[in-house]
T-cell receptor, first 113, second 111 residues
Framework: DTEVTQTPKHLVMGMTNKKSLKCEQH?????MYWYKQKAKKPPELMFV???????INESVPSRFSPECPNSSLLNLHLHALQPEDSALYLC????????????FGPGTRLTVL | GQQVMQIPQYQHVQEGEDFTTYCNSS?????IQWYKQRPGGHPVFLIQ???SGEVKKQKRLTFQFGEAKKNSSLHITATQTTDVGTYFC???????????WGAGTKLIIKP
């Protein structure tokens, strides 16, 4: 199974809401990533988990809170977001190390009103 | 800071014409990866180049990695409608090996 799944596909939330994005992979990958992608831009790295531990936080605001409950799951908890946080949120996974390709999920299209 | 630059931003071609996108890094890269993102889709890994001067082919796609390992190109021969999308190059950052992405080149087939 070479698939990364993400739920939900679309999410609309108000600035006072709390929501969570979910990601799952069953490829045995021990590196998992959250990216944010704005229209006509490349993916922008937010967080990296390596062996279920947060290894990189790219200075992301605290209104985004990642969680890695186990080696197959990755969550992104959202709270008090701003309209400029509207974007496509992509989850990816890979083997650990710099020579490994990343497998992306289909993404969650987030709109913050 | 370390950068990966990619040109052109867009390329409009007639179906059957060739397409090329170029990537240039500010530093020597250990490897470079190429991804394709279809409209409304997510990035999909195409290939990784590791060796200086490496050339790899996938059907109509030819990927090159420069001798100095600072530049790369993707060439598509005789484009088809299925080739439409944005092509990204990405190389590992020196500090933490995370990917630095080029801005992408959008391939548009003229009607």
């Amino acid at each position: 199974d070479t698939e990364v799944t993400q739920t939900p596909k679309h999410l609309v939330m108000g600035m006072t809401n709390k929501k969570s994005l979910k990601c799952e992979q069953h490829m045995g990958h021990r590196a998992m990533y959250w990216y944010k992608q704005k229209a006509k831009k490349p993916p922008e790295l937010m967080f990296v988990y390596s062996y279920e531990k947060l290894s990189i936080n790219e200075s992301v605001p605290s209104r985004f809170s990642p969680e890695c409950p186990n080696s197959s799951l990755l969550n992104l908890h959202l709270h008090a977001l701003q309209p400029e946080d509207s974007a496509l949120y992509l989850c990816a996974s890979s083997r650990v190390g710099q020579y490994n390709e990343q497998f992306f999920g289909p993404g969650t299209r987030l709109t913050v009103l | 800071g370390q950068q990966v630059m990619q040109i052109p931003q867009y390329q409009h071609v007639q179906e059957g014409e060739d397409f090329t996108t170029y990537c240039n890094s500010s530093t020597t890269l250990s490897n470079i990866q190429w991804y394709k993102q279809r409209p409304g889709g997510h990035p999909v890994f195409l290939i990784q180049l590791v060796k200086s001067g490496e050339v790899k082919k996938q059907k109509r796609l030819t990927f090159q990695f420069g001798e100095a390992k600072k530049n790369s190109s993707l060439h598509i021969t005789a484009t088809q409608t299925t080739d439409v999308g944005t092509y990204f190059c990405a190389g590992p950052r020196d500090s933490n090996y995370q990917l630095i992405w080029g801005a992408g080149t959008k391939l548009i087939i003229k009607p």
